[in-house]
C-alpha cells in the first residue's frame, strides 16, 4: 500500500513554468527547452519537486499554445522531440516531476482533425467537433459567449454551420460526447506517460461537455460593467455539466494505466462545484485547482472563511490544493504589495495541501506595464481596456542584472520590468533576507516538517488583520500566524520557538503567552508539545 508520505504530489511543491518566458538558449526572443534544461538546478536549489509546462507543442500560437495543431509533436520554437526527452531525462536526474499541459478541450483550426471536419458535412471527423445549425433567422445557435468576446459560434460559409468556440474562432471546441475523441485524446495521454511525463494539468476542464439540448445560457442578474461580457451571462448550459464528471474519471482512469502520475484539472468554479471534480469516490481529478486565493479580498477575515469553507467542502479523503499565481492572472505581487507577498508566500506554503508556485513570484517579479503597442495576448486585443490583458504576468524571468535579464541575448518577446536589475534571481540568492531566501526556507521547512504537510488544519483566535493557525500532526504542532496589515499586532501563543519569520530576522527567538507581530509579517512558531 502506498503510504501518505510516499505520494509526490502530495508532499511536494509544484512550480509553473510558462516556456516562453523561462529561459532562450537560441537568442529569438522566446524561452526554449533547452533554457529550462540549463536552469534546473535554479529549481533543485528552490527545492521545488515538479515544473509543470504549458503547453509546448506545435502551434499557430494564436492563443500562445493554448490552441494546439499536433497534440504529439514539440513547437520548433521550443526545440525538438529529441529536446524534449533530454528535459525529461534532465529534470528526471534532478529528482523533478515533469507535468504537462493537457489542452482536450479545443484544437487549434489549424489541426488537421479541424482542417478535416470543416471540410464537408458528411465527413467522418464531422462529429469531432461541435456543429449546428443557425436559427431560422440565421442568428447563432444560441447565446452562449466566447470567454475571449463575442458570440462563441462562428459561422462556416462552407457548409452552412455554426461551430462552437469557447474561445477564440480559431480554438474550435470538440465534441467530448464523441468516443472517438475520448479515445483519441486518451491515447494521447499515453503517449507523454510512456515519454515519462509524471501527469498533466487539464486545461478548462470543467468545459468539456456542453448541454445536450442546447439552452440559452441564464442572464446573469449581478452583472456590472467593467467585467468581461461573457459574465453577462451565468455559463449554465455552456459548461460544468454533469456528463462532465464522467469523462474527468475516464482519464483519471487513463492516468492510473501508469505508475505515480497525477492528473490536476484547471477549475474556475464556486468551492461547492469545484470538489465535484474529486469524483464520486475520488475518481476523478488528484487535485482540481483550487484557486481561491487568486481572488480574495486580502484580509484576515475573508482568507480566514475562504479556508474554512474549502476544508468544509473536500469530501473525505480529497488532497487540497493552493494557488497564487498563475499565467491568465495578474501577479501577486502586484495584487498584494511587495511586504504582504512575502505573507503570501508564507501562507501558501503552509497550509495543508499542494501549493503551486508561478515562475517569477519567488523572486517577487511584478505585473510589468505593457504598452498598446506590446500587446501580445490576444483576450487583451478583444476585449481591451479592463484590465483582463494576461501579458503583463507572462514576462521574461528575471535571472540577473544583465541585458535583458539574463533571459535572452536576442530582443525578448514581451518587455522586462526595469526593476530586474536589482529584483533578479542571482541578486537575491547572494541575499540571506530576500523574498527569494524565504521561498527557499519555507519549501526546506516543508519538506522537513511533516505536520507542515500531513498535519491538520486548525485555526487560531487573534483579533485584527491577523490570520493564525496551528497545523498539528503526530504529537508535533507550528503555529503560523499572519500579519496582513501594516500596523503592529498581537496574538496569545502557547510556549514555543520562531523558526521563521518572513524578514527572515528572528530565527531562535522564544515566544510564551504572547506574540508580537511587526506590520506585514508572518511568522512561524514551533510549538512545544503540552
Ligand atoms: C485556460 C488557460 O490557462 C488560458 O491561458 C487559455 O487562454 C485558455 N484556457 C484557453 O485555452
Known amino acids: 500500500m502506498t503510504t501518505a508520505a510516499t505520494v509526490w504530489w502530495q508532499a511536494g511543491t509544484i512550480y509553473q513554468i510558462y516556456p516562453r518566458s523561462f529561459q532562450d538558449s537560441n537568442g529569438d526572443g522566446i524561452g526554449d527547452l533547452a533554457g529550462i534544461v540549463g536552469r534546473l538546478p535554479y529549481l533543485r536549489q528552490l527545492g521545488v519537486d515538479a515544473i509543470w509546462l504549458s503547453p509546448i507543442f506545435p502551434s499557430p500560437m494564436a492563443d500562445f499554445g493554448y490552441d494546439i495543431s499536433d497534440y504529439i509533436g514539440i513547437d520548433p520554437i521550443f526545440g525538438t522531440s529529441a529536446d524534449f526527452d533530454a528535459l525529461v531525462a534532465a529534470a528526471h536526474g534532478h529528482g523533478l516531476k515533469i507535468i504537462l499541459d493537457l489542452v482536450p478541450n479545443h484544437t487549434s483550426d489549424q489541426h488537421p482533425w479541424f482542417i478535416e471536419s470543416r471540410s464537408s458535412s458528411d465527413n467522418p471527423k464531422r462529429d469531432w467537433y461541435i456543429w449546428r445549425d443557425p436559427k431560422p433567422d440565421g442568428s447563432a445557435p444560441t447565446n452562449w459567449m466566447s470567454e475571449f468576446g463575442g458570440s462563441a459560434w462562428q459561422y462556416d460559409e462552407a457548409t452552412g454551420q455554426y461551430y462552437y468556440h469557447a474561445f477564440l474562432d480559431k480554438q474550435p471546441d470538440l465534441n467530448w460526447r464523441n468516443p472517438a475523441v475520448r479515445d483519441a485524446i486518451h491515447e494521447v495521454m499515453r503517449f507523454w506517460m510512456r515519454r ?52 474527468v474519471s475516464e482519464m483519471r482512469r487513463v492516468v492510473d494505466e501508469f505508475d505515480d502520475r497525477v492528473l490536476i484539472g484547471e477549475v474556475y468554479l464556486p468551492v461547492d462545484r469545484l470538489v465535484a471534480y474529486y469524483g464520486k469516490d475520488l475518481s476523478g481529478a488528484h487535485l482540481p485547482f483550487n484557486f481561491a486565493l487568486l481572488s480574495a479580498p486580502w484580509n484576515a477575515f475573508s482568507i480566514r472563511e475562504l479556508i474554512a469553507r474549502y476544508e468544509a467542502a473536500l469530501p473525505l479523503g480529497a488532497w487540497p490544493n493552493w494557488v497564487l499565481g498563475n499565467h491568465d492572472r495578474p501577479r501577486v505581487a502586484s495584487r498584494v504589495g511587495t511586504a504582504q507577498a512575502r505573507v503570501a508566500a508564507m501562507l ?16 517577487g517579479m511584478k505585473q510589468v506595464p505593457i504598452a498598446p503597442d506590446q500587446v501580445q495576448d490576444p483576450l487583451e486585443k478583444n476585449v481591451p481596456g479592463i484590465g483582463v490583458g494576461r501579458d ?32 533578479n534571481a542571482a541578486a537575491l540568492a547572494t541575499d540571506p533576507h530576500s523574498i527569494l531566501s524565504l521561498y527557499v526556507k519555507l519549501i526546506d521547512l516543508r519538506k522537513r516538517m511533516p505536520e507542515l504537510v500531513f498535519g491538520g488544519y486548525e485555526p487560531v483566535d487573534a483579533a485584527g488583520d491577523v490570520l493564525a493557525y496551528r497545523r498539528v500532526y503526530d504529537g508535533q504542532m507550528v503555529l503560523i500566524a499572519l500579519n496582513l496589515s501594516g500596523e503592529p499586532a498581537s496574538l496569545h501563543v502557547e510556549a514555543g520557538e520562531i523558526l521563521l519569520a518572513t524578514g527572515l530576522d528572528r530565527y531562535g527567538e522564544n515566544v510564551s503567552g504572547q506574540l508580537d507581530l511587526r506590520g506585514n509579517e508572518g511568522v512561524l512558531v514551533k510549538l512545544r508539545p503540552q
Open 348 to 363: 501558501l506554503l503552509t497550509l495543508r495541501g499542494t501549493p503551486t508556485l508561478y515562475y517569477g513570484d519567488e523572486i
Open 392 to 423: 503583463g504576468c507572462r514576462t521574461p524571468m528575471q535571472w540577473g542584472g544583465t541585458e535583458h535579464a539574463g533571459f535572452t541575448t536576442g530582443e525578448p518577446w514581451l518587455p522586462l520590468d526595469t526593476d530586474y536589475l536589482h529584483q
Open 196 to 247: 515519462g511525463v509524471d501527469g498533466f494539468r487539464v486545461d478548462v476542464i470543467w468545459h468539456l461537455i456542453k448541454d445536450e439540448e442546447f439552452r440559452d445560457n441564464p442572464t446573469n442578474p449581478n452583472f456590472t460593467a467593467g467585467r468581461p461580457p461573457h459574465e453577462a451571462f451565468l455559463a449554465l448550459y455552456s459548461t460544468d455539466r454533469p456528463e462532465t464528471l464522467d469523462v
